[in-house]
């Protein structure tokens, strides 16, 4: 949301009597940022305004009270907002394990495409501005580039990589992620 439209919906909910209650404490929630808690880290890691940056060799997880866990990579830029589409990643560069939980709306725009879900676990990698990388622990969501869109569902990791070749995105089978840690629930 631009800071115009964020200043006005701002001033009308702390205007008395006018609009009425249910509709200010919605206005509130949508200009409201997250509820954000760097829960843990090791080494270098910045969280400001809804930035997050992680140094060489550090690692970070960030929750979203009641609804995501996030575990950031060493060498990773992202930005959390409330959008459009609920909850959303802006993942510049490294890698993020996510754990939404069920009925929560939440998305990771990648430099390449965007991932969009609505509870589920899955690891998503900037890999520069050409290529991404997505592993879908359990669960289901949905991928779109361009023109390109895929449904990806599984109980148990499959994982594909999105580049763009020949001055379109493409989509190929990768190798999954078992190695990495899956977190816990969320709460």
Known sequence: MNKDKTAALLSLALTPKVPPKSLKDSILRAVAAPPLELRDSHGLVS???GVARTGAGARAE?????????ALNENTRATLRRGA??????????????HVVKNTAFSVQLPLGLIE????????????PKESYVCLCEGKLWLSAGGLRKVMKSRDHVAVTLAHRKGKPTLSK???????PDTGPVG
Do not use: C, N
Not at 62 to 70: F, K, M, N, S
Not at 117 to 128: C, H, L, M, P
């Open 62 to 70: 960030l929750r979203i009270r009641g609804q995501a866990l996030i």
């Open 85 to 98: 589409r609920g909850l959303e990643l802006l993942l510049e560069a490294g890698g993020a394990m996510v």
């Open 47 to 49: 969280l400001d305004h």
């Open 117 to 128: 879900v609505k509870g589920t676990w899955f690891y998503a990698e900037s890999r520069g």
């Open 174 to 180: 990768a190798p999954t992620l078992h190695w990495h």
